[in-house]
Structure formats: C-alpha cells, structure tokens
C-alpha cells in the first residue's frame, strides 16, 4: 500500500507570515446543520480537509447535493432523504455523528451506524441520545446502529453531565425545528457552538446563548437558505505559535481570533515566549528565543487550555529547561504519542492521566508514526527541532485537520517535503 510520510529535516528557525484556514471543528458540523434546510447554502472559506472531503460523502449519501468552487462549499437539501447510513460512511469520521441532530430535526427520523474517527479515548453517544430522548425521540440501538424516530419533537430542559461539544450540537440541530422552547444547561462553551449558532440563525432560526453553559432554541416551522463565512481554525493557529516557539523562531500569525486562544497563550508567555497582538487583533506575533521554561498544563472543557494542543504542547516541553507536568482531563488515550517523543529522545513518563515531562537539550531525528490528528501535528513540530532527519508515518491523520502544513512551513524556512512511500502490512520501523 503506497502512503505518504513527510521527511523534516530539523533546525530551521521558523520566520515569516501565516495565514490560518477556517475551523474544522466548525465547517463540519455547520454542513451537517445545512441539512435542516430545503434551501441552497454557501459556506466561505472552506479548508480543504480529508474531513470535508469525508463529510461531503455522507451529505451526498443521504441526497444532498454538494459542490465546491473555490473557497466556496455550496450544499442544496431540496432532495435529502432520511436513509440508513451505512458503516462504511460513519465509521471514517467522528463528526459524521452530527447529521442526526439535523436528519431527526427536519425529518423526525435518523438511522445511522456508529461513528468513527481518532482513537484517543472513549467518546460515547449517550449524552447526544439522553438529549433526543427529552425532545421525544424514540432510541433503538442494535447490530451497530442507532436509529432514533418521532412523531413529534417539543422543547425541553435538557442537563448535560458533561459540557460535550458533539451533543451540544447535535441537541441545538434537533431542537431548531422542534415545537417550543429547548433549554440546553451545562452547555460546551466552545467559539465552535458559537459559530454553529449563528450560522443556524443566518436561515432564520431562534439560538441564543452559545458561549455560555446555557443554550435556548426557540423552535421555528423551517429554515430557509443563505451565505456564511466559519472562524479561523483555533487549533490550526495554536499549532503555528507552538511552531514558532519550539524552532525560536518569529512568526505573524494571521487571520487569528486571540479571544479563542488565550489559556495557550498565557501557558506560551508563562513559558517564556513572546506573544504579542497585531493589526487591530487578527494577527499574533509569536517570538522565543532559547529554550522555554517548563510549565504545568491541565486540559479542560473551553475556555480552559484545549486538549487539542496538548499533543503539541508536549512536544515543546520536551525541550523545555526544567520538568513540566501535564495532566490530560478530557480523553483518557491522548498519550499515544509520548513513545514516539521517546524514540526522538524525550524524557516523558506517563502514570494514568498525568505526563510528566523533563526537558532536553535537543531531540533526534526518527522514524514516527502518528495515530491520531493531533498526534501527527506534535510529531511534526518536534521534527522542526530535531536533529538531523525525522521520518513521519501516518501522514494521513495530519491531512484530516490541517491544510497543506507542510507547505505552509516550507514557506517559513522549513525543511519539510512529502514523499509517497510503499508500507507493508505493519510499520517499516523495528520494535
């Protein structure tokens, strides 16, 4: 089987402009939402992401049709029908989940098989079904599926346990066309629900309260269609100032919110890092010189520090003068790439939940694989640093979530090329 792997040569400062891309973590469920309505949308700016690639299929799986010019992602509904989607679909992407909320909503009915996506940890649907069931949805589970019908959905008080992004919306989606008035507590406060909002009432639905814990949707008969830009992808732009960072480099940021960034930011200048706002605050200067400081990271639901940077947080610390502590509270597998940092000499021991890291002068250059997202994006960042060549597998999972990385660094001064190489059945590395 041919894959790609990227060969980074490390030591290049890091120096230049870089512009981010929309969110993915908003682009896809705001094209599952798209679903609610009858009408042609146009989504701006759009990543060009295997995950979108992935989430046009099912969208045109269930009769949506899907186009793309440009920067532009037009999608009609005029034509969706509530069918079963199969495993073959739902099992490439988390996100995939995100049309039940929007299929029931419209239709009163969803039939679809598990999702998939990186395996970082257990991330059940039961909170989005506790959600279904209060809007008075009937839940069958059997043979891999889930299928949920209504005659009718009327509003509710819905109480998250836990402020899930995913059930969040998957609930608002439900509850747009529902009768009455939902009233979502323990909400994800998230710039992504926020983001899902006001796209929802751009086609003329009633949402307010994304941000803070309590969300209320008072339903509407229909939506119609309309044009909406997404945020600039938080994660994406978090990832770059790490990047600055690790190689001491000095890099502007730019199209950037600093709002959806700020507990990475304070951690940054605890570190030692400079980290200033630009041109009227969409662009961020990111400046280090020597090596940063170790720091003490707890992941937490937002506004705290994402656990989406904590792979490539690691990575810094790695280098850092000191001993950092980093305590994961989110996913209980978000540890999968330690052991590739080890092969690249970091000094990282993991007990449970708690990583705790002792910096190193310098890394070397490896042959790692990446098993998830994030994972891929910190093994990339530790081979702009590393000495000599590092070689990265599972190019694949870096693709999922960020738009020509590897260019964009090579336009930094990075030594960064893309090779398509033939894997056997197994890693090419040894044990």
């Known amino acids: 089987m041919v894959m790609a792997t990227l060969e980074i040569a490390g030591g290049a400062r890091l120096k230049g402009e870089i512009e981010v891309s929309g969110a ?17 949308c146009c989504l701006q700016e759009i990543p060009q992401l295997t995950d979108v690639r992935m989430m046009q299929e099912v969208l045109q799986f269930v009769g949506a049709k899907v186009s793309l010019s440009g920067r532009n992602l037009w999608l009609d509904g005029a034509e969706v029908v509530p069918q079963e989607v199969p495993p073959s679909l739902m099992r490439r992407l988390r996100a995939s989940n995100l049309v039940m909320g929007s299929l029931l909503g419209r239709f009163r009915q969803v039939r679809v098989a598990y999702p998939g996506g990186c395996a970082i940890g257990s991330r059940p649907m039961d909170l989005h079904l506790k959600g279904f069931l ?9 043979h891999g599926f889930i299928e949920a019908r209504a005659a009718r959905l009327r509003g509710a008080d819905i109480h998250l346990d836990f402020p899930s992004v995913g059930a969040t919306e998957n609930i608002m989606m439900a509850a747009v066309l529902a009768e009455g008035v939902t009233t979502i507590r323990n909400a994800a406060k998230e710039p992504e629900i926020v983001d899902l ?12 309260g994304a941000g803070s814990d309590v ?35 000095r890099v502007v940021v730019k199209n950037v919110i600093p709002e959806h960034l700020e507990a990475l930011i304070a951690k940054l200048r605890e570190a030692g890092v400079r980290v200033e706002t630009l041109g009227g605050r969409s662009a961020l200067l990111v400046e280090a010189e020597g090596r940063v400081r170790g720091v003490d990271c707890k992941t937490l639901p937002y506004p705290g520090f994402p656990t989406d940077m904590q792979p490539q947080m690691m990575a810094l610390l790695a280098t850092a003068e000191g001993t950092s502590v980093i305590t994961e509270s989110i996913f209980e597998s978000r540890f999968k790439h330690v052991d590739e940092l080890r092969r690249m000499g970091a000094q990282i021991k993991v007990e449970g939940r708690v990583a705790v890291v002792n910096g190193v002068p310098r890394l070397s250059g490896a042959l790692v694989e990446a098993t998830d997202l994030r ?3 910190a093994l990339v960042l530790a081979g702009l640093v590393a000495e000599n060549t590092t070689v990265l597998e599972g190019v ?35 044990t």
């Open 215 to 249: 969300i209320r949707v008072h339903g509407v008969p229909r939506l119609r269609g309309g044009e909406y830009q997404v945020i600039p992808d938080r994660i994406e732009a978090g990832t770059h100032l790490v990047a600055a960072a690790i190689t001491r480099g």
């Open 134 to 142: 209060a809007l008075g949805a009937e839940i069958r589970e059997d």
């Open 375 to 377: 994972a891929a994006a």
């Open 396 to 430: 694949e999972h870096l693709d999922r979530g960020y738009e020509c990385l590897d260019l964009k660094y090579e336009a930094l001064g990075a030594q960064i090329r893309r090779e398509a190489a033939r894997k056997a059945a197994g890693s090419m590395r040894g």
């Open 197 to 208: 909002q006001n796209f929802l009432n751009r086609l003329g639905a009633r949402v307010k």
């Open 24 to 40: 993915k973590n908003s682009i896809l469920p705001i094209m599952a939402a798209s679903l609610l309505s009858p009408e042609p």
